[in-house]
């Protein structure tokens, strides 16, 4: 019996475990479909975004809050170790309110975050004249917006790029190509069989399979109903430098091109973009900055977020297979640094992170008790 733990999934979250595990003297196998797979991972919008995450859930806003004050030292690490600069950078992040209506429901949701056990991680209102200190370009119906100074944003292709070299530079051994299929007990260890009909043995798995993670978990008597919400996101040809603060909606990367778009629609397994949705964005990117007027539109795209019922993690261990544990979040960015430098050497322990209790799947299972 080998004595690896199997990480099944290379994407952002898989590869951040990886990276942990391999710290804490794990000897690690990546099991990853790869490109014929749904991959969040490398179409997403780069925001490492406090505000916002966890409202109602002061677990998870501690657990976000957390990824964030890590994040500065992780980068750097990173760029130390692997050479490659994710372009990570922690401004303070604005979302930005298109009228009165829309500035007081807003205002309404940060008081709800302040005054909840933890706080707000920092953010406040802000008016008109805070945001165009900053951020000069903004539209003439901008009145308010709500501020972070913990928010930021990087290139998330180079950040999975520098976890997979970071990994394999410790040793963590990548197996792109193999889908796993079933996961059962064998002797002392566990036993992970691949639709190519190869088979993987572990002292333990950490399932991280993204969309993947709710078929594999059931196998294993965990409930992890996770489902596909699409989101679309738009990139100009690259602009003068004039965003230097990420909006919810909007961040302009370090070449210049801006990227906008945040829509989360129920559309299934159906990752295409749609003319319906590019025109909101583009509408909504002009109220913000009208100056994108001008700017020639390069690409568009469309990727599956990875929700969960309430939106909030997934971290926990199989009630069958104790060596199991499952980890997956709608946002694998921002909770990259905390998932390498806490959950990943935390699950090599054996052991759930104790301030992620609240993340247990058992949580999904409370309306079906209720209606039996
Ligand atoms: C449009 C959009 C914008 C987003 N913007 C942000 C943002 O700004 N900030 C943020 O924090 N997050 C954002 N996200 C979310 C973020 O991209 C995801 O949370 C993150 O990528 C999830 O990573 P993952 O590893 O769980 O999943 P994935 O990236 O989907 O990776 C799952 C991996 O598992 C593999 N896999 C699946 N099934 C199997 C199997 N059976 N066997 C082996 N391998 C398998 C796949 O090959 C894949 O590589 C956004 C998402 C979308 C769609």
Known sequence: MTHATIVIGGGLVGMAVANGLADAGHEVVVLDEGDDAFRASIGNAGLAWVQGKGRGAPAYAAWTRLSADLWPEFAESLRAETGIDIEFSKPGGFDLCIGDADAEIRSR?????????????????????????????????????????????????????????????????????VRAERIAPAGGGIRVDARDGTTFVGAAIVIAAGLGNAELCRQVGL????????????????????????????????????????????????????GG????????????????????????????????????????????????????????????????????????????????????????????????
């Open 109 to 177: 949701k940060v008081e709800a975050l302040q005054r909840q056990p933890g706080g707000g991680n920092g953010v406040v209102m802000v008016d008109r004249n805070f945001v165009k200190e900053r951020v000069p370009d903004i539209g003439e119906r901008v009145v308010a917006a709500s501020w972070c100074p913990e928010d930021g944003y990087l290139n998330p292709l180079l950040l999975l790029r520098a976890l997979h070299r970071r990994a394999a530079d410790r040793g963590v051994s990548y197996r792109p190509g």
């Open 223 to 274: 409930n992890v109903p996770v489902r596909p919400v699409r989101g679309q996101i738009v990139v100009t040809a690259r602009q003068p430098i004039f965003l230097r603060h990420p909006t919810s909606t909007i961040r302009q990367t370090a070449v210049g091109s801006v990227m906008f778009g945040n829509s989360e629609e129920e559309a299934g397994f159906e990752p295409v973009t749609t």
């Open 277 to 372: 949705i590019l025109a909101r964005h583009a509408e909504r990117a002009l109220l913000e900055f009208p100056r994108l007027a001008d700017a020639a539109v390069v690409r568009a795209w469309a990727a599956l977020r990875i929700m969960t019922p309430d939106g909030r993690p997934v971290y926990d261990r199989s009630p069958t297979l104790p060596n199991v544990f499952v980890a997956t979040c709608h946002s694998g960015v921002t909770l990259a640094a905390v998932h390498a430098r806490v959950l990943g050497p935390a699950l090599g322990r054996g052991e759930i992170p104790p301030q992620c209790a609240a993340f247990a799947s058992a949580r999904f299972d409370v309306p079906a008790a209720l209606g039996t």
